[in-house]
């Protein structure tokens, strides 16, 4: 028997069940792993109440990321085989598969491998933040190395965020975060923010200016949207591009029609899979450029706690309660 992480009603973190399964052998293009972190991210919450962009399937599994070893692999797998360490990315149908599990069955699109150094919280929190950073900032908002660009982003505390300061700082940008209250400056500079504007407390257009010498941002990174995204609009500077990818304020943004037409401002939108994972040329860029500095230290996750498996209503409920800084991780002891 195998343990993992089901759920069937729609809720939030009291609605989560661990059960006992039989493993069943992986099927064609699937692959057998033995999970040993499991990476938490706001989407399974939404997943969870029903409100993500995909439905859930009653009786449904969750997890989105993880780490773990290979046990076995089905017909037509080519890429892993049993013993290799593997990261487990949000590659596959998110109401069909479930990371969250002492033995899994995932497809083998899912996988990437793992630099041998690298432990397996760090494995496990990795992909999920530094992938949607990566792709959020240089595939999609245009970062370059050396160009010296002013970079703001809201819900800045995520593990995207603190991903996001570091993919930044080693292309030579500036990175602005904006958090609601001060409880979060002194540790939003400690996971190397530049600058942090308290949004109850300052005006961001204003600082966002000074900050910038009166040019305005390079690249924003939107997860709020509503007043907050409409907010930092105004702050963009010529030709800039702005990048939505959450919806923590439940109301999407008006169109910034002022910024786009006086300024040039570009809006688009981002998703970790859709955008970059599920595109063969844009992933091996990213994997080529994120396992690289994984495995030489230059980038690595910041982790907030570390919940053992039989907590992961406590670990959701820690999410939920938007207390933590950077990445939540569970371990799975086998």
Do not use: C
């Not at 540790?187 to 300052?202: C, N, S």
């Amino acid at each position: 028997m195998t343990k993992s992480v089901e759920f069937t009603a729609l809720g939030g973190p009291e609605v989560l069940t661990i059960v006992d399964r039989d493993p069943t052998p992986p099927g064609p293009g699937e692959v057998q792993v033995a999970v040993k972190a499991a990476g938490l991210n706001r989407a399974e919450l939404l997943f969870v109440a029903g409100q993500y962009l995909v439905d859930p399937e009653l009786p449904s599994r969750l997890g989105f990321e993880g780490a773990g070893e290979v046990l076995a692999v089905g017909d037509a797998v080519k890429r892993v085989s049993p013993g290799d360490r593997v990261a487990i990315t949000p590659a596959f149908k998110q109401n069909g598969y479930g990371v969250l599990g002492e033995i899994i069955n995932i497809p083998e699109t899912a996988l990437e491998r793992l630099p041998d150094a690298v432990g397996w919280p760090d494995a496990a929190a990795f992909w999920m933040a530094f992938g949607t950073a990566y792709g959020l900032l240089v595939q999609t908002g245009g970062l370059i190395e050396g160009a010296g660009q002013s970079v703001v982003l809201n819900a800045a505390s995520s593990s995207v965020g603190t991903a996001a300061f570091q993919i930044i700082r080693a292309h030579g940008g500036t990175s602005i975060a904006t958090t609601r209250t001060r409880d979060k400056v002194e540790g939003l500079k400690a996971a190397g923010a530049d600058h942090v504007i308290v949004t109850e407390e300052e005006d961001v257009l204003a600082r966002v200016m000074e900050i910038t010498a009166n040019r305005g941002f390079d690249i924003a990174l939107d997860a709020v949207q509503g007043e907050a995204g409409e907010t930092l609009a105004n702050a963009a500077g010529f030709e800039a591009t702005m990048v939505a990818y959450g919806l923590l304020s439940g109301a999407p943004s008006m169109t910034p029609f002022y910024p786009m037409v006086a300024k040039g401002l570009r809006v688009t939108g981002f998703h970790v899979a859709w955008s970059m994972l599920d595109h063969p040329k844009r992933r091996a860029v990213a994997v080529e450029h994120l396992n690289a500095r994984l495995a030489d230290g230059t980038y690595k996750p910041v982790i907030d706690k570390v919940f053992p498996f039989e907590e992961i209503q406590d670990a959701y409920r820690h999410m939920a309660s938007n207390a933590h800084l950077g990445k939540i991780v569970v371990e799975v002891a086998q």
